[in-house]
């Protein structure tokens, strides 16, 4: 029989990183209903008593969560531009805890490769096997990734590998705009600092959030799309699909050789 700690590590796998309480609490029960207030009524047509919400629980225009999660984006680009290494950067996001993730998260996936690399690959957030050993695409994925760079002569350690987020959401859900919102600024440090010839982003995802538009990636792959930095480097881009994507999706494997291919005559180019 497994003990609690796997079976707690099976829950938190799972994407369950909260508890309300040691027993089963039922919101729809009638003794757990918040009070509402009673509503002025005209006696004269009906004894029904109606109901109204007070106006302290009407949600407010601008939540608490919206302000917290604009001041963590404005700390965040605050304190990654204080950062001039990717050492730097690195200790700063660890110690960065304006995203929620990072307390579901085992551990922080920085980008990985190296430092001076032509090309920086950019997926969307770590899964379990990243966030158990704390590198970006080390599980099938990442094989897959790293043996089509093989076949166009690029070796991983050549290249700069990373993630939009640095912690894995629970249960490999997807993140929301506001968890990418707040990562976003770690990763265009790391772009800024490592100055590549080449971004090469993998999947709708990576490709939306880097080059801020909703297009998907059917439509963008093909095309090399130019990204700036905030010092005004000009980074010409090239989209492609997720290696995860064409695991589940092998028809599709044919496209993204093309993308590789047009990726190693680029490159030649330079």
């Known amino acids: 029989m497994a003990d609690s700690e796997e079976i707690l590590q099976w829950y938190i796998l799972g994407g369950v990183d909260e508890i309300y309480a040691d027993e089963p609490y039922n919101a729809l029960a009638a003794e757990n209903k918040r009070p509402c207030e009673p509503a002025v009524v005209n006696q004269s047509r009906s004894p029904q008593v109606l109901y109204q919400t007070s106006a302290a629980a009407q949600r407010p225009a601008t939540t608490l969560l919206a302000q917290s999660n604009n001041s963590a984006c404005n700390n965040a680009r605050e304190v990654c531009a204080a950062a001039q290494s990717l050492e730097e950067l690195k200790a700063v996001m660890e110690r960065f805890e304006g995203c929620s993730l990072k307390f579901s998260a085992n551990s922080t996936v920085f980008g990985y490769g190296s430092p001076h ?154």
């Open 117 to 270: 690399a032509d090309v920086m690959l950019i997926g969307e957030a770590p899964g379990a096997d990243e966030d158990m050993q704390g590198k970006p695409f080390v599980g099938r994925s990442g094989q897959l990734l790293t043996k089509m760079l093989a076949a166009i002569g690029l070796k991983r350690e050549e290249c700069y590998i990373t993630n939009i987020l640095p912690w894995r959401p629970p249960g490999n859900r997807t993140p929301t705009n506001g968890e990418v919102a707040v990562c976003l600024p770690f990763l265009q440090r790391q772009i800024e600092l490592v100055r590549p010839k080449y971004i090469f982003l993998l999947g709708g995802s990576a490709a939306n959030a880097v080059l801020d538009n909703a297009e998907s990636i059917s439509r963008l792959r093909g095309h090399v799309i130019d990204y700036k930095t905030s010092d005004g480097l000009i980074i010409p881009a090239l989209a492609s699909f997720h290696p995860a994507y064409l695991l589940r999706t092998p028809q599709q494997k044919a496209k993204a050789w093309s993308d590789f291919l047009r990726l190693q005559r680029n490159l030649s180019e330079i």
